[in-house]
């Protein structure tokens, strides 16, 4: 029998119960998480596009204020260290492929802290804007936040595809184990 070079062997390491429930909570979270993404970007900015500077504003600061939300956070928080547990409670998982998944999901967290977050609070600081004032925080913001959107964006469904592969693998080699194991029963 050959084992897949990046799996150990098709043995959880935790009861079978645990390891049910981190990889299934690994391959959603993980694709919530890119989902978010990909969804923001794809309607929330495509609308906001056709709106005028002082709703613009207005639109992106109540945005800020109520995405922080407790179910945002099960989400955006709980993505990487679920998809890291999952690897350490399962040894049948290709783990250097959710590793690079779960590098990719804390690039996207990196990016977010790094310069949308910031981009966030230089927007919080316009109150009371008037049209000339919300076009110049709009064009201070809007083209540098959704260029790292877009990045995030793509971290976030490359995570999520790995995370994704990684737990699919498990399949994959425990079918083909079984088939292997089944030929040589048949034919010994």
């Known amino acids: 029998m050959t084992i897949h070079p990046n799996t150990l062997d098709a043995t959880p390491t935790a009861s079978p119960t645990w ?3 981190s990889v299934i909570a690994a391959r959603v ?3 919530l998480f890119a989902g978010f993404f990909l969804t923001y970007a794809m309607s929330v900015i495509a609308g906001l596009r056709r709106v005028d500077d002082v709703t613009y504003v207005a639109t992106f600061q109540a945005i800020n204020e109520t995405v922080r939300s407790p179910a945002f956070a099960v989400v955006f928080f709980g993505a990487l260290p679920v998809t890291i547990g999952a690897a350490f409670l399962h040894r049948g998982v290709d783990r250097r492929m959710l590793g690079a998944g779960a590098a990719f999901l804390f690039a996207t967290m990196a990016i977010t802290f790094v310069f949308n977050v910031p981009l966030n ?3 919080a600081t316009y109150v009371d804007v008037d049209a000339a004032s919300a ?3 709009r064009a201070d ?3 540098s936040w959704n260029r790292w959107n877009l990045a995030r964006t793509c971290t976030a469904l490359i995570g999520a595809l790995l995370v994704a592969t990684a737990v699919r693998s498990v399949r994959g080699n425990a079918t083909a184990t079984v088939a292997v194991d089944d030929h040589a029963l048949t034919t010994s």
């Open 141 to 143: 913001f809007e083209d």
């Open 29 to 31: 979270l993980s694709g």
């Open 19 to 21: 390891h049910s429930i």
């Open 135 to 137: 076009a110049t925080a």
């Open 121 to 123: 609070n230089e927007l």
